[in-house]
């Protein structure tokens, strides 16, 4: 079984392209950024 983390993620910037999202995001420096983006891309996509 798979465990879920939240991770309070503050976004500082967002632009939106056509083809492109560009975030700058503040996060605790504990956390690994491999799994930042993984929980970010799992919102996105729940959200679409």
């Given at each position: ?12 910037s ?7 999202v ?27």
């Open positions: 079984m798979a465990s879920i983390r939240v991770t309070e993620i503050e976004v500082q967002l632009q939106i392209e056509p083809d492109h560009y975030l700058l995001v503040l996060v605790s420096p504990t956390e690994v950024p491999c799994d930042v983006v993984r929980q970010i891309k799992g919102l996105s996509a729940q959200r679409l």
